[in-house]
């Protein structure tokens, strides 16, 4: 954004240079870009991040500097003549989800030509040529006040009537710039009674533009949601001053004052006389947050007290209204132009930035307050934690990838890949439903450069669509997962996802839940060394967790990885029920153990991990451990199809010595649970 010194002191007189402007306006969160000589004004360049579309008009940068310098802020009331005769124009809204809010005010009678002196340098100080004298006033009010404006030819709008709605598929849209591009349905225009005269929120049309001939004018003020503006901005290559507001949402209480802004504006410069009224359509979208403020917060968070009145004057001098207020706690009302402040902690920063955070004093202790984590902060925190521990780097990696790492089946469902359209990266126009080809890609440039040992993690989100018939609230699923590869083999990957899992409370012997590995066929695994991790709850249906396995050959040929590589991912948001449960603590039993060895022969696709639950299960509470000792099969023995787990039993009391008979007795409960379980018969 570029502040004309001149167009600046029509709202707040500065008694400061140009330099000490730009490095205060810097201190309070305005990065200054530039500053340069343009005739007898300044120009001062800021950079506006994307949460403040106030600072994107002069009136917004004049409100920050009169502020900081304690100056008042002097803002036009906008009042243009009118005519007795009301406005003759229909509006309807079609898209009210584009455009929840769209007013046209007329003006008869123009004289279209050159732009004023005043006018054609203010705009080249700002580094915007002048076209004529309508087009530079709707130019000057937006970059007076943030608000996008557009005038049309009322002559040239076929059958009076203005409509917005979505354009239709390969409907086609010729703009100012005289180029025609192809419209998709998910676009909103601006249409007459036979087609698009604008594209809504991003450019107007050749059809409808100001030219020499045009003595009735429309003047089109409007308010548009953000997300469809970029959109259609981005998917025509058509980004334009207009655009970039409106994706970063102007004030919604500027509509109507831009409106009559560039009304009066235009008729003192083009002649002309104003319809009566203005017409209006739909419902303007403003909802300015209610924050509770305790004044105290300020020195608990910055560490230097400052003064409750203090704190008022730059709370309201920024335009905050007060609902309640008091000094120990207060109620403010944000202003519509500041949709980025809902919390207390937004009031805290005001007050700090204004005040500057050059007066914090770098010794002074600030007292800690405890907080609480949540369950899904303790879940990623206790993952890392063990990841971390074994010997892993915590690794960032695009959630934007190219098409050959989105050809990977994700283990969270088939849906296809959701495309960005442009790519957000050159090259990378998929959301990514997995973690692990990313992070195969980052141990093999590692790998590449040297790195001896390059086992990684990283917990971020995956993206999966929703099917249409999903009753969720969001058609898009964002799975919080956490995914590690490492050098090794496939027991080497379960052990560290075992050590997770424990981490987490979810491997203990419990009731109410249990961990199963079952076997898994996945493209990105080698067949027969990759397992789903099966989480089971006491009333609730199984779900997949996790997967972990052995990384396919063809697989480490693409990516360009050589020997053994494992990985495994969990989504931890259907984990972190966990973080929140109370595990029982028992104490060491004092009484002696007793070992029994099992043969249970079960068919061969029965995976390991169900006889396991079966044998907790049936065992109940005198199971002490239970190991897997040889897996074995034998046709001629046991029969085509069948095999045999040799498992090794230790069972304990917690009231007293087992006598043989009780062992046994729980020996065979263990066993009729496995065969009702896992059709598992005692092998002779």
């Not at 063809?554 to 109370?582: H, Q, S, T």
């Not at 029994?596 to 061969?604: K, S, T």
Request: net charge negative.
């Amino acid at each position: 954004m570029i502040i004309s010194m001149q167009w600046l002191a029509e709202y707040v007189s500065l008694p400061v240079s140009p330099a000490e402007l730009a490095e205060r306006l810097m201190l309070a969160g305005l990065n200054h870009e530039s500053t340069r000589s343009v005739g007898d004004d300044v120009a001062i360049e800021i950079e506006v991040t994307s949460n403040r579309p106030d600072c994107l008009g002069h009136i917004g940068v004049a409100r920050e500097a009169a502020v900081l310098f304690a100056r008042p802020l002097h803002l036009p009331d906008p009042r243009p003549p009118e005519a007795a005769e009301a406005v003759r124009v229909a509006v309807e809204i079609e898209a009210g989800d584009v455009c929840p809010y769209y007013t046209a005010r007329v003006i008869r009678g123009v004289r279209v030509g050159p732009s004023p002196r005043w006018l054609v340098d203010r705009l080249a100080t700002v580094g915007v040529v002048s076209v004529n004298n309508v087009v530079d006033v709707t130019n000057y009010v937006m970059l007076e006040c943030g608000q996008p404006l557009h005038a049309f030819d009322l002559g040239r709008i076929r059958g009076g009537r203005i409509v917005v709605r979505r354009a239709r598929a390969g409907e086609d849209f010729t703009a100012i710039n005289h180029k025609t591009y192809s419209l998709t349905d998910a676009m909103c225009v601006i249409a007459d009674t036979e087609g698009a005269v604008a594209l809504a929120g991003v450019m107007g049309g050749a059809a409808t533009e100001i030219t020499a001939a045009t003595t009735d004018i429309l003047i089109e003020s409007a308010q548009f949601a953000p997300l469809p503006v970029r959109a259609a901005a981005r998917g025509l290559v058509l980004s334009s001053a207009s655009s970039y507001r409106f994706e970063r949402g102007p004030d919604p209480a500027a509509v109507d004052w831009a409106s009559r802004r560039a009304a009066a504006m235009i008729v003192e410069i083009a002649g002309g006389r104003a319809d009566r009224g203005v017409v209006e359509a739909g419902r303007l979208a403003s909802t300015p947050a209610a924050i509770d403020f305790r004044p105290g917060r300020v020195a608990e968070v910055l560490g230097v007290e400052i003064p409750f009145e203090r704190q008022r004057a730059i709370l309201t001098g920024l335009g905050f209204v007060p609902e309640t207020l008091d000094a120990a706690r207060s109620r403010w009302r944000a202003p519509t132009w500041r949709r980025d402040c809902w919390r207390e902690i937004d009031l805290v920063e005001e007050v700090g930035r204004i005040e500057g955070y050059d007066a914090v004093p770098e010794d002074q202790p600030i007292a800690a307050r405890p907080t609480a984590e949540t369950a899904r902060e303790r879940t990623v925190r206790r993952s890392a934690d063990v990841l971390v521990a074994a010997g892993f780097c915590e690794a960032m990696t695009r959630s934007v990838v190219g098409e050959a790492l989105e050809a990977t089946a994700s283990p969270w469902g088939d849906p296809p890949p959701l495309v960005c359209s442009p790519p957000l990266v050159r090259g990378a126009d998929r959301l990514r439903r997995t973690l692990v080809p990313s992070l195969l890609e980052a141990r093999a440039g590692n790998v590449a450069v040297g790195a001896s040992r390059a086992d990684l993690f990283e917990v971020a989100r995956g993206y999966l669509a929703r099917s249409p018939g999903d009753a969720a609230a969001t058609p898009v699923d964002e799975p919080l997962l956490v995914a590690f590869v490492m050098e090794g083999g496939f027991f080497a990957a379960k052990g560290v996802a075992l050590a997770v899992l424990e981490r987490l409370g979810l491997t203990g012997a419990d009731d109410e839940t249990s961990i199963v590995f079952r076997p898994l066929l996945l493209d990105l695994f080698t067949a027969g060394r990759c397992a789903e991790i099966v989480l089971a709850r006491r009333g609730m249906p199984q779900e997949r967790v996790g997967v972990v396995g052995e990384i396919a050959a063809p697989a480490r040929d693409r990516f360009g990885l050589k020997g053994d590589v494992v990985a495994a991912e969990f989504r931890l948001d259907r984990l972190e029920f966990a973080a929140d449960v109370e595990r029982p603590r028992r104490r060491p039993s004092d009484f002696p153990a007793i070992e029994r060895d099992v043969n249970l022969v079960v068919d061969a696709a029965v995976p390991w991990g169900d006889v396991a639950a079966a044998i907790r299960a049936g065992a109940g509470g005198l199971l002490d451990d239970c190991r897997l000792v040889q897996v074995w099969t034998d046709a001629d023995r046991l029969g085509e199809g069948r095999k045999s787990f040799v498992v090794s039993l230790r069972l304990r009391s917690d009231v007293g010595t087992l006598s043989g008979d009780e062992a046994n007795r729980a020996v065979a409960a263990v066993v009729a649970a496995c065969g009702r379980s896992c059709g598992a018969v005692l092998r002779a």
